[in-house]
């Protein structure tokens, strides 16, 4: 499974730019507010993405800030990952803060400021040989490491330290496949709310 596949609305971007909206279950109204939004629909490997090509990340914070504003009203179960919709200068070449990037083995971190350490090392993150290198814990479960990260984030933006999150995704070519999940029908809201993070 891919941490994509975990919520119901995983929202990203790719390396480039791109960004991008996967549904892992049938939402009502879906296609008209992404569309509605400025988001352009793609099928790729068995899921249907819903993607905003680069543009200004005013623009593109406005944009999924309306999509996920429709989508809040049929689920909660949504995680934004996104950085190409802050607002803090959000451009490839722009550096963070923070610096949290996936890759095949790992959640790492590179922190830029002293002012994160604390805050990686409360949500799960350990020192990982260079000073202000950092990993999350080693045999956390995909919905932990989700979780672990969704809520560093949030802590680090709410203390006014910008960060950039790297899914190690390229190019929107290189969004991993869907992968069979239980139902894919439409279901109820959860009872429960997921933390993400908010626009």
């Known amino acids: 499974m891919s941490l994509l596949d975990i919520p119901d609305v995983f929202i990203g971007s790719t390396d480039d ?3 991008f909206v996967v549904l892992n279950r049938r939402i009502r109204d879906t296609d008209r507010l992404l569309t509605e939004a400025g988001f352009l629909t793609r ?3 068995g899921r249907t993405l819903y993607l905003l090509p680069p543009g200004t990340a005013q623009d593109a914070h406005e944009r999924a800030g309306i999509a996920m504003y429709g989508l809040l009203a049929h689920t909660h179960d949504l995680v934004d990952l996104a950085w190409t919709t802050r607002q803090d200068g959000a451009t490839p070449s722009h550096e963070p803060d923070v610096a ?3 890759t095949d083995h790992a959640v790492t971190a590179t922190a830029a400021t002293g002012r ?4 990686l ?3 799960g993150f350990i020192p990982a040989g260079a ?3 950092y990993a999350l814990t080693p ?3 995909d919905r932990d490491v989700l ?4 809520r560093a984030e949030a802590h680090l933006y709410a203390d006014g330290i910008s960060v950039r999150i790297g899914l190690g995704i390229a190019t929107p070519q290189d969004i991993p496949p869907a992968s069979s999940r239980p139902g894919a029908a439409p279901a109820p809201p959860p009872t429960t709310q997921v933390q993400r993070r908010s626009h």
């Open 43 to 45: 099928e790729h490997l």
């Open 17 to 19: 730019g791109h960004t």
């Open 131 to 133: 000073k202000q290198q």
């Open 116 to 119: 994160a350490d604390a805050v």
């Open 121 to 123: 090392v409360q949500h």
């Open 100 to 102: 949290i990037r996936f």
């Open 147 to 150: 979780s672990a990260v969704v």
């Open 139 to 141: 045999g956390l479960g």
